[in-house]
């Protein structure tokens, strides 16, 4: 029995009807079968090195990593896992595990007690 019907199989007064969602509407749409972010990411890294260090074997290491591991390897995990972008960007996102940074003139932190001083 589904949520809103009655055993009789009529609707019950005050519910909306039931209609199928396409699978577009809710999946995370994606770009070269990784989500757009992770693309992002990955056309700055292959250009920011060939702009700063110019076309090396070290820069087509690195490219040809990227293509050929990096790549494949999202566009591995994003398939079986729609949400894993979101949980990326909200893991990153959570900066305040860490204590604020200090001053210039300021102090450091204090050590914690319960670690041994050498």
Not at 14 to 19: D, V
Not at 25 to 39: E, K, M, N
Not at 44 to 58: A, E, I, K, N, R
């Amino acid at each position: 029995m589904s949520a809103g019907r009655s055993r009789g199989g009529e609707r019950l007064p005050g519910t909306l009807p039931e209609r199928p969602v396409h699978q577009s509407l809710v999946r995370t749409p994606r770009y070269a079968g990784v989500d757009r972010s992770f693309l992002v990411l990955e056309v700055t890294l292959v250009v920011c090195l060939g702009y700063l260090m110019g076309l090396s074997w070290s820069t087509a290491l690195v490219v040809l990593v990227t293509v050929g591991v990096v790549h494949p390897l999202m566009v591995r995990l994003s398939a079986d896992d729609d949400l894993l972008p979101h949980l990326v960007v909200r893991t990153l996102t959570q900066a305040d595990a860490y204590d604020p940074l200090p001053t210039v003139g300021g102090a450091g932190r204090k050590p914690n007690p319960s670690v041994p001083a050498p």
